[in-house]
């Protein structure tokens, strides 16, 4: 059950699939985002903490992004098309830290260990 499932959403062998990726691509690239940039920190404590492991440029330039694209669609407008085609939508930087975090978490969980802190949500 679980490779039918792969194997629909994978876009190398589903045609559907592929489509959806290119329209999700076409949209971030208007306003210049990352695939990476829509995750909400608020959302989850692991996304919180792979956020802040992550070098301070690469979270400035994330908050850039987001500024960027919420001043673009209060306005209407979408990037310069010179900008738009220089946007690499699926190209990840947050990804590999929150797997990691992820990852120790569940190590954690395994081993019983008592939490590091106490994480809660604001």
């Keep these: 059950m679980a490779q039918l499932v792969k194997a ?10 592929a489509l ?3 329209t999700i691509a076409n949209r971030l690239r208007k306003y210049g985002l990352r695939y990476d ?3 909400d920190p608020m ?3 692991d996304i919180k903490e792979a956020l802040a492991r992550l070098p301070r440029e690469i979270v400035d330039a ?3 992004r987001i500024l960027r694209a919420m001043d673009l669609s209060m306005k209407h407008e979408y990037l310069p098309k010179d900008l738009e085609a220089q ?6 930087y947050l990804t590999d830290m ?3 975090v992820e ?5 954690r969980e395994a081993l019983g260990a008592l939490p590091l802190q106490q994480r809660t949500l604001p």
């Design 43 to 45: 959302e989850s404590l």
């Design 20 to 22: 959806h990726k290119k």
């Design 98 to 100: 929150l797997a990691l």
């Design 37 to 39: 940039d829509l995750y």
């Design 8 to 17: 629909i959403l994978n876009p190398q062998k589903n045609w559907f699939a």
């Design 87 to 92: 946007q690499t939508p699926f190209r990840s």
């Design 62 to 64: 994330r908050n850039q």
């Design 103 to 107: 990852r120790e978490k569940a190590e």
